[in-house]
């Protein structure tokens, strides 16, 4: 595939408010970015993949 005819990325988008499961989209979401911040010791350690 040349450079010519990589498309470019997809732009995020968000639900509008008023759509039926817009607070379980900022749930999944919360929970999706504090997932990093819940294994950074994990990481840091390394003790966790023996638990």
């Avoid at 470019?8 to 408010?17: F, G, I, M, Q």
């Avoid at 979401?29 to 638990?51: G, H, N, T, V």
Wanted: charged share 30%; proline share 10%; net charge negative.
């Amino acid at each position: 595939m040349s450079k010519s005819e990589i498309p470019n990325p997809p732009r995020a988008t968000e639900p509008e408010e008023s759509w039926e499961h817009f607070e379980l989209f900022v749930s999944v979401k919360k929970a999706i970015f504090s997932l990093p911040s819940r294994f950074r010791e994990c990481f840091e350690y390394q003790w966790c993949a023996s638990d």
